[in-house]
């Protein structure tokens, strides 16, 4: 017969002791019973959507990461078989089916970057922004006209890449991080429709006519370079409470 562990009072298959209310730990999980269905912990681990087998087993960050990239790659080579058979029964060759196919290979390769490749950043990095202007390439062929391509979006993702890649280097490279992150955001994006302006005027007119993009620029500039003010400055010889009145 079952007593309370901390008054001593007999209490049978209560719940919970009459007299103190201490829980009877003859009814709970995993002494003399059986957790209830449904009640078993959930599992934080990356693979948990793999149910009670997951539960069972206490995965890593690392096994997990592999289990969701083997997962979403055999759901990508069935969904991609799919669509290529579809295409395939009610046309001669593929067609319609190679725009989400390029899409799930492209997709297929930012995930193996991240999940299959966590501790190899500069390949996964290398892997990412060499899919994008593959995946536009191959758009432009499917579509059979690699001009738009080749002269408009490829540069722009190459820019691109490459200006974020040039503003994430600077500010992993900053000492001492504050306002100068914000700075050198909006340096970047300053730069980013400098360039966007540039590659299209390029391949719309084949003359550089700045315009927006200008104005944009004249805004962004004097921000950056008064937060950098404030970084090096202010925020280094001044009390912040005295400064903002606090």
């Known amino acids: 017969m079952p007593y309370c562990p901390s008054c001593g009072v007999e209490i049978g ?5 009459p007299l103190c209310g201490k829980a009877n730990p003859s ?15 959930e599992d934080s681990g990356g693979a948990a959507f793999l149910g009670e087998t997951a539960r069972s087993v206490h995965l890593t960050p690392d096994e997990g990461r592999k289990i969701a990239w083997e997962v979403l790659t055999v759901a990508f080579a069935i969904a991609v078989a799919i669509l290529l058979s579809i295409n395939l029964l009610v046309g001669s060759r593929p067609s319609w089916s190679l725009y989400p196919v390029s899409s799930f290979v492209f997709v297929w390769i930012c995930a ?23 995946y536009l390439a191959a758009l432009g062929l499917i579509t059979r006209d ?8 490829i540069p722009i993702a190459v820019f691109s890449e490459l200006n974020a890649a040039m503003v994430g280097l600077g500010i992993g490279m900053l000492k001492r991080k504050g306002l100068n992150v914000l700075a050198l955001a909006f340096a970047g994006v300053a730069l980013e429709c400098l360039g966007l302006e540039i590659f299209i005027d390029l391949f719309l007119d084949g003359k550089i ?17 008064f937060l950098l003010y404030l970084h090096v400055r202010v925020v280094k010889t001044t009390n912040l409470r005295r400064l903002f009145k606090l």
């Open 13 to 17: 298959s209560q719940k919970n002791c």
């Open 27 to 41: 009814l709970e999980p995993g002494i003399g019973n059986p957790a209830p269905a449904g009640c078993a912990e």
């Open 112 to 134: 193996t970057a991240l999940l299959a490749l966590p501790k190899k950043r500069t390949l996964g990095f290398a892997l990412v922004g060499t899919a994008l202007p593959l």
């Open 146 to 153: 690699v001009t738009w391509a080749l002269r408009l979006a």
């Open 209 to 225: 006519r700045l315009g927006w993009s200008a104005i944009t620029a004249m805004a962004l500039v004097p921000i950056s370079a």
